[in-house]
């Protein structure tokens, strides 16, 4: 059964750090993988889709790795804002079903 | 742009009545799901639906039902509404295909539900 981690479960840097987030999942047969963000109270927004056969993908200040075979992805985010505080969460099309991860709460202090 | 509307983002019921909560997208997918979203469970599929008049129950349909009666609008029935169904409920729709490597989900903004 597809089990899909988030560490950390929360994660405070300053301003203008660049950060790494973490998504594992323990079956590497997966058709992709997505990262969301959700601020609060509110839904999810896509940020980034990663085919099977893909090793990442990049828009703006985020990049996104997948690594099937360590069952690993990493979302990159560069020169952190305090617009970029919300919870991050990854996602893998797994056996045709959505399998989610907890979320990662990212605090961005000004 | 493309867009997940949700008919409430509050609602407060009580215990006992029938609720309805609607989802309607305008990207002609074919798919669309609910989810409901509680701190530490993270999120948990409810039902999903790949065409007109069809669903498949998710990982936690009890107490719930669907209909599917156009394509663009899912709709998400708790027949008697019970304190332990007060939740955050997402509605996402995707293109076509169970399998599709190209399936990303676009998610609604979300109806916090209260049934007191």
């Known amino acids: 059964k597809q089990e899909v981690t988030q560490i950390p479960a929360a994660l405070s840097v300053p301003e203008g750090e660049n950060l790494v987030l973490n998504c594992s999942f323990t079956d590497s047969a997966i058709y992709n993988l997505q990262w969301f963000r959700q601020d609060p109270g509110k839904g999810l927004t896509s940020l980034l889709l990663i085919q099977s056969s893909q090793r990442e993908q990049t828009s703006g200040r985020l990049n996104a790795s997948l690594d099937k075979s360590s069952g690993r992805s990493t979302l990159y985010i560069a020169a952190s804002q305090p617009g970029d505080s919300a919870t991050y969460l990854c996602?893998?099309?797994?056996?045709?079903?959505?399998?989610w991860g907890a979320g990662t709460k990212l605090i961005i202090k000004p | 742009d493309v867009k997940v509307t949700q008919s409430s983002r509050y609602l407060v019921k009580r215990t006992g009545e029938k609720v309805f909560l609607e989802c309607v997208q305008d990207?002609?997918?074919?798919?669309m799901f609910w989810y409901r979203q509680d701190p530490g469970l993270g999120l948990r599929l409810i039902y999903f639906s790949y065409d007109v008049k069809m669903k498949e129950k998710g990982d936690i349909p009890e107490g719930y039902s669907v209909s599917r009666e156009k394509k663009e609008r899912f709709s998400l029935i708790l027949e008697s509404a019970s304190t332990n169904q007060t939740s955050m409920y997402l509605c996402a729709s995707t293109s076509a295909g169970q399998a599709s490597s190209y399936n990303e989900q676009f998610f609604g903004p979300g109806t916090r539900l209260t049934v007191l």
């Open positions: 996602a893998v099309l797994s056996n045709y079903q959505l399998i």
């Open positions: 990207m002609d997918h074919e798919n």
